[in-house]
């Protein structure tokens, strides 16, 4: 029998300014006494201070990452970088949290129950990234100017997204309960993305590989694209997109001419 | 006293002077080399003991793209290259971030860890020398000079047109003054020019639009105003057709070209006692050998043509050049050569940026990544190090990787320990494509190179070639007080454990400049006073007055004045004229 050992973090600090809270992780909770895990030293703008001053901190660490549950008990949506690099174990955020939640994480899990903000599962290896709420721009989407997005792992995210979702993502699932705005799979050249909503434009632009999935309605459909067939009740492992859908492949609009493919419903789309 | 230093016990490797491993001491005086130290200086002198370990001069970079405008929009599209990549500040260090394009600080401060002292920028554009001079000021703890691109400037071309080499020499000379720049780069001639029109030139005998000249025309006409003039270098080549399959063939036509032009470099200079003769004989130094040795006919067979190079490099005394080595992982390609990044687009569709320098040159910066998996980047690897070990004479080769067109500066030391053992080729053909073996004749090359002709292709001859070795690339009496210690036991080096002469190379024991010791096992203990070196080129005041009229009324072709135009002393830390003499 494995013991999960838990670590409460209730927010008490000042949050006026944003904390970057990368040190938040199973990772290198593990092996620490709940004192232990107060002094660790985090940034607030330009100053380094403990834990403990903006958290108060209940229950060790267990033996390994694996062994460890982070839970967040409250609001944070001020505090950055939660769960950044952790490679297993478990964060439960009771609430909303700030930018970059997830980042380039390769194993274990991270439950948002609340929303999250820009940036969740940036460059994400591996792991699940649950957000019960919405989130902003950049899901599983690579750095700036980088085009190596989520190579492994799931995102779930139960409600909307914005921008950029899974650009350059070329493993892994996305999966969007909600709707999605622009350039949503930007760059894709592998892994999954589905969206149960509606998109704005861009859509898959300058895919080269990977499936997309779109289960509401295109706004403004990619002209780089070439409609294939019609598949009924799409399956990918787990994951089922029930209904008709036109595939298509591309983005044929960029040199490489792409061999990416893009399902797009047909009931809601019928303009296509 | 400031400057004033002892070195010793090391074994000392100083091919200039034909010093090769011997166990000596260095003494510098003042910031220069001297024969010894009298008890009373020894008493206030810095001691250092290089017992065991490797004493070289402080290394030279022939070709590095560090400053200007192109470097820099290298910075600002790839916020990727930064991020990850990180130095804090110290008590005197400032912080800087980039890997492949490193902030101006923190550029300097790795190329001295390495125990380089010395490095030129490999392109100028005469509009962008400004912003370029700016950046190397800023750029600490080396001494710096820049090439000024001419290759496809409007005036050049005009002149050679009409074939008047006394006009065109008379602009050169007046251009370098202007711009602060040390010597000539000429990049894909008639190429470039011909790129504001959606257009590449594919022979060397293929006249630009326009200006009707041919490659041919202007590397002939830039060489001979080179030897005219007497500039310290020779005339600097990215030669046409650059990363093309089978681009080999035109490169070695190109260094045909200027072969009966004979080297007269004038400098008005103090030089260092050294054994060998310091000053250069060539009349071409071919840049970025790998990329300009393509063969095969198409990407599905190419393969390595460095041999059709380095062979008529071997038999011929007027060429020397740099490899342009490819280290495998994160490079930022970025070139005068616009239409070549066009290509590279084409191939990667990675972000790309071009830029057309008005009536002078042009260039395009592209991110892009040098896999192992990939059969062509291996076939690079090997060629880039085929380059330095098919010549046979060190002398005529130069190590660079064009940084960061091959790879990073930082990336020497891997370069380095690939030069010295064997073993460490063969392991990385174990890791990369087999393409690397199959298509390149390196898997069956077993040459080692000795710290020697290490010294040699990493400092002397990089000096040598740039016409500074007078005071740099060596430590002969006379010389500057620039000097890298290495923790390596040359006596006890074992060439097949080449992670330690990796680990060697890559953070000296210490960097010593001008006799002072600036840095310490990667540590910056010093920021020095830095010079910055261009070519101060004397002609008649007559031909220079006919000319400039010429420049004044084609000015109206530019977007800034002419008043403008030259870049001001102000813009150099310690700006610090060669004296070219050309009525001597």
């Known amino acids: ?272 | 006293m400031a400057g004033t230093i002892a070195i010793k016990n090391g074994y000392v490797y100083d091919p200039l002077n034909e010093v090769d491993g011997e166990v000596m001491d260095i003494f510098i005086k003042n910031g220069k080399v001297v024969t010894e130290l009298s008890a009373a200086e020894m008493k206030d002198a810095k001691e250092i003991d290089a017992k065991g370990k490797t004493v070289m001069p402080g290394g030279v970079d022939s070709h590095s793209h560090v400053a200007g405008a192109k470097v820099n929009t290298g910075r600002m599209m790839r916020p990727e290259d930064h991020y990850k990549y990180y130095q804090k500040k110290t008590p005197i260090a400032h912080s800087g971030c980039g890997y492949t394009v490193p902030s101006v600080y923190l550029g300097g401060y790795e190329y001295s860890k390495m125990g380089y002292t010395t490095v030129f920028e490999a392109a100028v554009p005469p509009m962008e020398a400004r912003h370029t001079h700016e950046e190397m000021r800023s750029i600490p703890m080396l001494d710096m000079a820049g090439y000024l691109v001419l290759g496809n400037n409007w005036f050049l071309m005009r002149y050679l047109k009409e074939g008047d080499i006394d006009k065109a020499a008379a602009y050169v000379s007046w251009m370098m003054k202007t711009h602060k720049t040390y010597g000539i780069k000429c990049v894909n001639p008639a190429g470039v020019e011909n790129w504001g029109w959606g257009e590449n030139v594919s022979a060397l005998d293929e006249a630009n639009i326009h200006f009707e000249v041919t490659p041919e025309d202007i590397i002939k006409g830039l060489a001979e105003i080179n030897e005219q003039l007497g500039i310290p270098m020779p005339m600097h080549l990215h030669a046409n057709n650059l990363g093309h399959p089978g681009c080999w063939e035109i490169t070695r036509d190109s260094l045909k070209i200027p072969k009966s032009i004979k080297a007269k470099p004038n400098t008005d200079v103090e030089w260092a006692e050294t054994k060998m003769k310091a000053q250069r004989h060539q009349s071409v130094y071919l840049t970025h050998c790998q990329f300009n040795a393509f063969g095969g006919t198409s990407w599905r067979d190419f393969e390595s043509g460095v041999k059709g190079i380095t062979d008529y490099v071997n038999s011929n005394d007027h060429v020397v050049m740099d490899s342009g080595c490819v280290p495998f992982g994160d490079a930022t390609v970025m070139t005068g050569d616009g239409p070549a990044i066009h290509d590279l687009y084409q191939l990667t569709g990675n972000k790309w940026s071009n830029t057309d320098v008005e009536c002078e040159c042009g260039s395009g910066v592209l991110p892009f990544t040098y896999l192992k998996s990939n059969p062509i980047h291996s076939v690079q690897w090997a060629m880039g190090l085929e380059t330095l070990l098919y010549v046979k004479d060190a002398w005529k080769s130069i190590m660079t990787t064009d940084s960061p067109n091959g790879g990073p500066f930082t990336k020497y030391p891997q370069i380095i320990a690939w030069l010295m053992s064997n073993k460490a080729r063969q392991d990385t053909f174990e890791e990369c494509h087999k393409w690397a073996s199959d298509r390149s004749g390196l898997a069956s090359e077993t040459r080692e190179m000795s710290l020697s002709e290490i010294a040699i292709v990493t400092r002397a001859n990089a000096a040598r070639t740039t016409g500074l070795a007078h005071s740099k690339g060596t430590l002969a009496v006379g010389a500057d007080g620039d000097v890298a210690v290495y923790d390596i036991d040359a006596k006890k080096i074992d060439v097949n454990d080449y992670e330690s002469i990796i680990r060697g190379f890559q953070n000296a024991s210490y960097t010593i400049k001008g006799g002072e010791v600036i840095t310490q096992d990667g540590e910056i203990l010093a920021i020095p006073e830095k010079n910055t070196f261009y070519s101060d080129i004397a002609i008649k005041a007559d031909s220079e007055k006919e000319m400039l009229k010429d420049v004044k009324s084609w000015f109206k072709y530019y977007t800034i004045g002419f008043n403008n135009y030259p870049t001001p002393d102000k813009y150099l830390a310690n700006p610090t004229p060669i004296k070219v003499n050309a009525e001597r």
Not at chain 1, 48 to 66: P, T
């Open chain 1, 1 to 272: 029998m494995i013991l999960m050992a838990e670590v409460i973090l209730k927010p008490i600090g000042n949050f006026d300014l944003t904390v970057e809270a990368e040190a938040i992780t199973p990772d290198n909770f593990a092996g620490k006494t709940a004192v232990e895990i107060g002094e660790i030293l985090i940034w607030q703008a330009p100053a380094q201070a403990k834990l403990s001053e903006f958290f108060s901190v209940e229950g060790n660490g267990g033996s390994s990452a694996e062994d460890t549950t982070i839970t967040i008990d409250g609001d944070v949506p001020r505090v950055k970088r939660i769960g950044q690099e952790m490679t297993a174990g478990k964060i439960i955020i009771k609430g909303s949290t700030g930018m970059h939640v997830g980042n380039t994480m390769a194993g274990g899990e991270i439950i948002v129950e609340g929303n999250a903000e820009s940036w969740p599962g940036m460059e994400m290896k591996g792991g699940l990234l649950h957000i019960k709420g919405d989130t902003l721009d950049h899901v599983g989407c690579a750095y700036r100017g980088s085009w190596h997005g989520m190579t492994g792992g799931r995102i779930v995210i139960d409600g909307n997204a914005k921008n950029q979702v899974g650009g350059g993502i070329s493993g892994g699932e996305i999966i969007i309960g909600g709707n999605v705005d622009n350039f949503c799979g930007i760059r894709m050249n592998g892994g999954l993305i589905v969206v149960k909503g509606n998109a704005v434009r861009t859509t898959a632009a300058e895919m080269t590989g990977g499936v997309m999935v779109v289960g509401g309605r295109i706004e403004k459909f990619s002209p780089g694209f070439e409609m294939e067939a019609v598949e009924c009740d799409l399956k990918f492992d787990d994951i089922e997109c029930a209904g008709e859908f036109m595939k298509f492949t591309g983005d044929y609009a960029i040199p490489q001419k792409g061999k990416g493919t893009l399902y797009v419903s047909y009931e809601n789309n019928e303009c296509l």
